[in-house]
């Protein structure tokens, strides 16, 4: 069956680096996409993989091995307002159509 | 702000009955998605509509439903209702099926409590 797994919980200080890794089983595969929610609030998103290799986008990056199925995203010089718990997504293209598949989420803490 | 507004915020009702939650997409935006997102657990996708037709399924129960209609705007249905099923309903939209970079963008969300 489909699924992602990741962390369920990271903490980290206040200008640290962090990662958070996602490992994926899907049937088909169209990218790796990165959501981040608020306590409460919307998920938003971040960042999406199609290829191998890293995307970066200011303070975040996200990095896909289509080989290992496997993604993680990077998240540095970390601030208060990056507590929150982020999600890992695909789009799985299994049966000639596809739906999204969202991993439990990991809920990181950063402390001052 | 993310353009999808979705009503209401919340919704308190009683186990076996049936409730409507509608959201509006982005300004512009074809595709619609509703989520489901049980307490502490991640997302779970429910279905997609683009332009009117249902696209995609997921883990949708028989006894939910959902439509978009010709000005975009899209309604789930729930009915027979359980306690399992309170939850934080999310309505997300984007530009295309499918779209290039997958970005999707999530409405406030509807919290259902079933007693």
């Known amino acids: 069956g489909q699924s992602l797994e990741q962390p369920s919980e990271v903490t980290a200080v206040e200008g640290a680096i962090v990662q958070i890794n996602c490992t994926y089983q899907?049937?088909?595969?169209?990218?790796l996409s990165w959501y981040q929610q608020h306590d409460g609030g919307a998920p938003t998103f971040l960042s999406y993989?199609?290829?191998?290799g890293l995307e970066e986008t200011g303070r975040f990056s996200s990095f896909l091995s289509r080989s290992d199925s496997y993604g993680y995203l990077l998240l540095q010089e970390l601030q208060m307002k990056d507590s929150a718990s982020y999600f890992c997504a695909v789009r799985d293209g299994a049966s000639g159509t596809y739906k999204y598949i969202f991993g439990t989420g990991t809920r990181l803490k950063v402390l001052a | 702000d993310s353009g999808v507004t979705q009503t209401p915020k919340h919704l308190i009702t009683a186990t076996g009955q049936r409730v409507t939650l509608r959201c509006s997409p982005r300004s512009g935006d074809l595709s619609v998605y509703w989520y489901q997102q049980s307490l502490d657990q991640g997302l779970q996708f429910l279905i997609q509509y683009y332009n009117g037709e249902e696209r995609a399924k997921g883990n949708i129960l028989e006894r939910f439903s959902a439509q978009q209609f010709p000005d975009l705007h899209s309604e789930l249905n729930l009915s027979s209702l359980e306690l399992g099923d309170s939850a934080l309903y999310f309505c997300?939209?984007?530009?295309?099926?499918?779209?290039?970079?997958?970005?999707?963008?999530f409405g406030p969300g509807t919290r259902l409590t079933v007693l």
């Open positions: 997300a939209s984007s530009g295309v099926q499918g779209t290039e970079n997958n970005e999707q963008f």
């Open positions: 899907t049937s088909g595969f169209y990218g």
């Open positions: 993989n199609a290829l191998d």
